[in-house]
């Protein structure tokens, strides 16, 4: 509540805010943890840095990327009502596109990272979240506006970790080198079926981000398992439609694939600091269904 922290009442942080960059980010790296928790009675959030408005034409180099922002939004919207989560939030910067496009003004990655952390953390002062989910340090495979929201999310998560009512948790979503494996494998067996369009530069470049920016398997801490909830991610992944590239998720092979893929999702505790070895299947700080 407006005020408390002046009145010095205490307030008891809970549930989950997922800060992303851009619509769809929140369903690939954090879908089903987010659809775990507001099932078990979580509140959830999703902070979305960008309209991710450069993300039409996937792939090709020297066009006009540009995508009116309202429908990268309303796509989130739609997301976010699939995996029974609150109406997102934006912070509203431009999306900077992918590396070598050229940012535009206005974008995530141009703007004063001072600025970025405060307003951030004016929406965690608000909301009071118990714990916060946002992407590796790499961004998962090194997108300028992914490393940018990393970095001015896990500021504003340890201003407000030492606040009153501040957060108790952060996570990091990241994928482990035996994953990113799996995931190009199936692209290579797309690509030998024949019934995928051959990668352009940008694919390339992406996937050798990809694995270059993976995590060893024994740096993951938490392996949530969401196949439970593999349905919901699917369905809030399929709102995304601008940016599916022509999946087809009426296809059982595809969906097979995905469903097998989309088993568990893979992050780094980065706050409380974990013991060594330690490992977990669910985030702490949270409510699950099963305890
Ligand atoms: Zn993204």
């Avoid at 010095?8 to 619509?23: D, Y």
């Avoid at 739609?78 to 431009?94: D, M, N, Q, T, W």
């Avoid at 030998?192 to 694919?203: S, V, Y």
């Avoid at 998720?249 to 974990?274: I, K, L, N, S």
């Amino acid at each position: 509540m407006p005020g408390d922290r002046e009145a010095g009442n205490s307030v008891t942080p809970s549930g989950l805010l997922a800060i992303f960059a851009h619509p769809d980010d929140e369903s690939f790296g954090a879908g089903g943890v987010m659809a775990l928790a507001a099932a078990a009675g979580n509140p959830v959030w999703v902070l979305c840095a960008t309209n991710g408005d450069q993300g039409g034409k996937p792939g090709e180099v020297g066009v006009d990327h540009s995508l009116d922002p309202e429908i990268r939004r309303e796509e989130l919207a739609c997301a976010c009502r699939e995996l029974g989560v609150s109406e997102p939030i934006f912070l509203g910067y431009r999306d900077s596109g992918m590396e070598g496009w050229g940012a535009p003004e206005g974008s995530l990655s141009l703007a004063d990272k001072q600025e970025v952390v405060e307003r951030i953390l004016a929406v965690i002062r608000r909301l009071h979240p118990a714990v916060i989910v946002t992407f590796d340090p790499g961004g998962v495979y090194g997108h300028p506006d992914h490393t940018a929201c990393s970095d001015t999310a896990t500021a504003a998560y340890r201003v407000a970790a030492a606040e009153p009512g501040g957060p108790v948790a952060l996570y990091h979503q990241a994928l482990p080198r035996s994953t990113v494996a799996g995931m190009q494998a199936m692209q290579e067996a797309e690509r030998r079926r024949g019934d995928d369009k051959p990668p352009t530069e940008d694919d390339i470049r992406q996937a050798e981000a990809f694995i270059k920016l993976a995590r060893p398997d024994e740096e993951i801490t938490t392996v949530v398992p969401i196949l439970s909830v593999a349905e919901r991610k699917i369905a809030a992944l399929a709102c995304h439609d601008s940016q599916m590239r022509g999946r087809r998720w009426d296809d059982p092979e595809e969906r097979a694939q995905m469903e097998q893929m989309f088993g568990r999702e893979t992050f780094v505790r980065v706050d409380p600091a974990p013991q060594p070895g330690e490992r977990e299947d669910r985030f702490m700080g949270l409510k699950w269904a099963d305890s």
